[in-house]
């Protein structure tokens, strides 16, 4: 009998339906999918794969998300999982596993994770390193902050996502226009930071039952803020082939660690966190979810294996195995000047000829299209080779040949 497997996809992004297309493609499952999308925009292979389909109005609203569970249940048996990869939904998924029974991470621990001033609360009694930070429930409160610390500070949403909208003030100037975006108040949270200063990396960990079974990290190149707060700046993700050195101890004795604190039981976890430039490292934030930035795509190609095929093995069969890495890869985001639609693309034959043999991925920046609302900017393109110096290099020369201008 094929185990019912629930995924809530509140929008049919790209993204998104990769992970949903790996949960329907598993041995066994019959996959129940809410949305607030119409079931005719699903590709027509991946619609004929979905055993039962739930639109609600808001797919993000746990009161309506358990109706739809319900409903699908009345069809296809009682949920074995309840899965969805947004970092918006984690706690409303964990509410409804909690309230239908449904093993998984539980809400307690999906609101820490959510919640960034209690995630740094706890990581900090247990004795990891993060930045200093300040829960705000008024503009007052930033202010006292930025005063205690000094400039530059960051100010972001407590259940914010990623870089997208998070704010540097590296002036008074500069924090009126972030609690002007914030608006902090005991109803809607804020967090404020000291701004560390280094090198921003990613830290990826599968647990099963606790316990970490694979880790992974990567370099940013610029840190996603400093691209965030200039739209013109193109950036890239590196994944290097070796991740098991020593120079990497002291990362996974904190990841792990964070995890630990954190409760986590069986999932993936992408850690964000600093090399300062006196070597020491900081934790800035974890969520437990998939990561952005293709790093999922980097994996795939660094192991020669479907990372959201074995994600959606993990969730649904708490399994996970992985060969060992061949490969470095990387990712070069291709981010327009200006505003409008793309006019012009500058600099992609020269980029072909020199780097085509290591791209093995890509969605190129097309001439008439709108400008990008995500900070990976109007396309991509992913590289591969088996010396992490070469794709180094590569993405180097790729974000700077490349241009796209918009109009």
Sequence with gaps: MSRHVVFVAPYFMDTTLRF?????????VALGLISQESRDRLPPDLRARVAGYAQLDDAMN??????????????????????????????????????LGIPGMEAET????RDKGRMKDRLRSAGLPCARHRVLLSDQDAWDFARQVGYPIVVKPKEGVGAAITFRAD??????????????????????????????????????????????????????????RNPWIQWTVL?????????????????FAALRAMGMGTGLTHMEWFRRRDGSLAISEIAARPPGAQIMTLNTYAYDMDFYRAWARLLVDSQFGAPERQYATGAAFFRGQGGGRVQRIHGLDRAQKDLGHLVVEARLPQ??????????????????HKETSVVQNAL????????VELG
């Design 20 to 28: 949903v297309r790996a949960v329907a493609e598993l041995p066994d």
């Design 62 to 99: 746990a009161g309506q998300i358990a109706y739809g569970v319900e409903m699908l249940s009345q069809r296809l048996g009682k949920p074995w999982r309840l899965l969805g990869t947004l970092e918006h939904i984690q706690v409303q998924l964990a509410e409804v596993r909690d309230h």
């Design 110 to 113: 999906a609101q820490l994770f």
């Design 171 to 228: 002036g008074d100037e500069e924090l009126r226009h972030a609690l002007a975006c914030v608006r902090p108040s005991r109803e809607r949270q804020a967090i404020a930071e000291e701004f560390i200063t280094g090198e921003e990396h990613s830290f990826e960990v599968v647990s099963i039952g606790g316990k970490p079974v694979w880790h992974s990290l990567t370099r940013y190149a610029p840190n996603p803020l400093d691209a965030v």
């Design 239 to 255: 994944l290097p082939r070796e991740i098991h050195g020593p120079q990497w101890d002291d990362v996974r004795e904190a990841g």
């Design 367 to 384: 001439i008439g299209q709108p400008a990008a609302s995500s900070y990976e900017g109007e396309g991509f393109a992913v590289l591969r």
């Design 396 to 403: 180097r020369h790729l974000v700077s040949t490349v241009r």
